[in-house]
C-alpha cells in the first residue's frame, strides 16, 4: 500500500477532501464542538479550540504512519467547510478498514455524503486495494444509516460496535 500521505486532494464531482491542515481550524473546532454531532459520533466534544488543534496535529500523526485517512469536506464551488471522512482501524494486511464521516447540521440531508461515499468506497476498493469496508452508527442516527443503506452497505452483525449501535459493512465485488 502506498503512502497516505499522497492521497490528497481527492476530488467528487462537487467535494474536495483534503486534510484538515487545509482548513480554518475555526470551521473544524465548530463541527468538533457540536454537542449532538459529537453524542451521534459517540465521542466528546472538544471544548476549547486548541483541543481541535491537538485533534488535528494528532490526525495528522496518524496519516503520516500510515495509520489512518483523514480529510475535510469541502464545496468545490465556494470552497466551504461541510465535514470530514475518516478511514481507521485499518486490519493487520491492511484488507479492511472502518470509517467515519460528520457533517455540519445545516449540511446534513443535501446528499453531500451519498456522493462522498459512493466516491470513497470505490477509491478504497481500487486504490488502497481493501477488500471490507465497516461503519458504525449510533441506533439514533437514522441520517447515518440511511446514506450507510443508500450506498450499498449492509447491517453486519459480526462487526463489533458500542452500545445501542449498528454494525453495517460492503465488500469489494469481485
Not at 18 to 36: C, F, G, P, Q, S
Not at 116 to 135: C, K, R, S, W
Amino acid at each position: 500500500m502506498e503512502k497516505f500521505e499522497k492521497y490528497r486532494p481527492i476530488l467528487t464531482p462537487h467535494f474536495t477532501l483534503d486534510w484538515l491542515t487545509a482548513t480554518k481550524v475555526k470551521d473544524i473546532y465548530t463541527l468538533r464542538h457540536d454537542e449532538n454531532i459529537a453524542k451521534m459520533s459517540d465521542r466528546t466534544i472538544d471544548p476549547t479550540i486548541q483541543d481541535t488543534v491537538d485533534y488535528v496535529n494528532q490526525a495528522m500523526r496518524l496519516i503520516m504512519n500510515n495509520d489512518s485517512l483523514l480529510w475535510g469536506i469541502s464545496d468545490r464551488k465556494i470552497d466551504e467547510f461541510l465535514g470530514t471522512f475518516c478511514i481507521w482501524n485499518f486490519n493487520d494486511p491492511k484488507t479492511a478498514a472502518e470509517i467515519r464521516f460528520e457533517i455540519l447540521p445545516n449540511q446534513q440531508n443535501h446528499g453531500i455524503m451519498t456522493e462522498i461515499l459512493q466516491h470513497i468506497t470505490e477509491f478504497a476498493f481500487n486504490e488502497l486495494g481493501l477488500t471490507t469496508l465497516y461503519a458504525v452508527a449510533k441506533q439514533a442516527n437514522t441520517p447515518a444509516i440511511t446514506v450507510l443503506k443508500k450506498t450499498g452497505f449492509e447491517i453486519d452483525p459480526t462487526y463489533p460496535g458500542g452500545k445501542n449501535t449498528l454494525s453495517f459493512s460492503i465488500s469489494k465485488s469481485v
